[in-house]
């Protein structure tokens, strides 16, 4: 582990196996992760180097702004003139920003990657013009160490792909089974707070490749044809899983079909003056009543919750309850943000409860289930109910929603 004088950058380079090692990076800056998702806890970037006795072989590389802790990383482990290839799985920039600087320090390496990843290069000279295409499946032999390279299509992006290293038992992900945050240690066997670190994970996936999740399946299976049965999962970012092997690849199955866990409900509300927050509490009260885990998020004039949790906490639900002031004759504004977004990355068939109050003339409601019912969601209750403030709804109103609301979801 490194902390470097200048700035509070720790980069740490560590075995994972007798020849390969882990090169990561914690990056406590990035706030909003692709400037959308809500990462307080930050994230890392894993690179990985393999050494063989005809090279060293890099895959991927770090964010841009710390190529030169990435060099500095390098050199701990490896020389510019042993650096043979740089295997490039994703060319998104959180893996390839440092990508030039490498290959500027490394002048003999070859870039290695999916034919289409050097149709992306227009921005990396020295990585197109050092670049060599590899085929799915295709199997490069270095030093007696045995390369095999597996296209993985929108995990994440169509160019991605991962790498199998047969004889360290180890296949290198890339993106998938990353999670976010900058967990304690670096493998899933040291101190690690492990139920965090899978939501980290669940985070991550919802998130990223939440949209493309029919891929999950799909890759998952053509991993297993082909036999590779990993000791070590090692992604580009959060832990090394070697302990958890099993479970990871259970858990991103189950993210792939946003599948639910029974009795879940994810309620969101928003709520400008208090009267919907009031009829919010008194179903969330309700559903608790019934032995349901309620995951509540609030929109108010104190707290804005994050949509990266959000979607997280839907792509298990069994049920998602909306409740929303009509506002400008739609429905709240981030719930209908969270709504387009629910359909983009967790969609599912799910079923959805649908609470709006209203000053004059209601029409939130249908604005959410226009949106939601075209991803496929099943709207299994419908409240409105007209009031301004809070005092306007009286507590057997509220305890009356509340019935109807979990009876709709225990009938349904
Ligand atoms: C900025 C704003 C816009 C609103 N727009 C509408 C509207 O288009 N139609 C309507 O019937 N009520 C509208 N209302 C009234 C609210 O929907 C209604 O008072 C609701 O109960 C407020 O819930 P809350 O106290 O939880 O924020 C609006 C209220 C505000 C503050």
């Known amino acids: 582990m490194s902390r470097r004088r200048d700035e509070l950058v720790m980069y740490h380079v560590a075995k994972v196996t007798e020849d390969l090692y882990v090169l990561r990076v914690d990056d406590r800056y990035t706030k909003y992760f692709e400037a959308l998702w809500e990462i ?3 994230i890392t970037y894993n690179a990985y180097l393999l050494k063989t006795d005809e090279g060293d072989v890099l895959f991927d590389a770090w964010k841009r702004q710390f190529s030169s802790h990435l ?3 390098l050199e701990r482990v490896t020389s510019p003139d042993r650096l043979k290839y740089v295997v490039v799985h994703h060319m998104e920039p959180d893996h390839t920003g440092s990508l030039e600087d490498v ?4 002048p003999n390496a070859k870039v290695l990657g999916h034919p289409l990843a050097g149709r992306m290069m227009n921005a990396y000279p020295k990585a197109k013009e050092r670049f060599k295409p590899v085929k799915d499946g295709e199997v490069l032999e270095v030093g007696g160490k045995k390369l095999r390279f597996v296209h993985t299509p929108w995990l994440h992006w169509p160019e991605t792909m991962m790498t ?3 004889e360290e038992g180890v296949l290198l992900t890339c993106d998938a089974f990353g999670g976010y945050g900058i967990p304690l240690s670096l493998f899933d ?4 707070k492990l139920e965090e670190m899978i939501r980290e994970m ?5 998130t990223v490749i939440g949209h493309y999740r029919e891929w999950i399946d799909r890759n998952i299976a053509k991993l297993e044809k082909l036999g590779i049965k990993p000791n070590v999962v090692a992604p580009a970012h959060g832990l090394i899983w070697r302990k958890n092997v099993d479970r990871v690849f259970q858990v991103y199955k189950d993210v792939g079909k946003s599948k639910p866990k029974e009795n879940k409900v994810l309620l969101v509300y928003a709520s400008m003056y208090g009267t919907v927050e009031k009829v919010a509490r008194g179903v969330e009260c309700e559903l608790v ?3 349901m885990e309620v995951a509540v998020y609030g929109f108010n004039d104190t707290s804005r919750p994050y949509i990266s949790e959000i979607l997280t906490d839907a792509s298990d639900a069994e049920v998602v309850v909306f409740a929303t002031p009509t506002y400008e004759v739609e429905a709240f504004p981030f719930l209908k943000f969270v709504a387009q977004e629910l359909c983009w990355k967790v969609g599912n068939g799910k079923k959805a409860v649908l609470i709006s109050s209203y000053g004059w003339s209601s029409a939130a ?3 959410l289930k226009k949106t939601l019912e075209n991803c496929g969601y099943k709207s299994v209750a419908e409240v409105k109910y007209n009031a301004i403030g809070p005092t306007a709804i009286t507590d057997e109103a509220v305890a009356e929603i509340a019935k109807k609301v979990v009876d709709a979801i225990k009938s349904s």
């Open 289 to 291: 009543r019934e032995g």
């Open 365 to 367: 409601i249908e604005d």
């Open 189 to 192: 066997d040291q101190c690690v």
């Open 164 to 166: 199998w290293l047969e």
């Open 71 to 73: 060099m500095e990383a």
């Open 40 to 42: 307080p806890e930050g």
């Open 103 to 106: 290959l500027r320090w490394a």
């Open 202 to 206: 669940r985070k991550y996936v919802v």
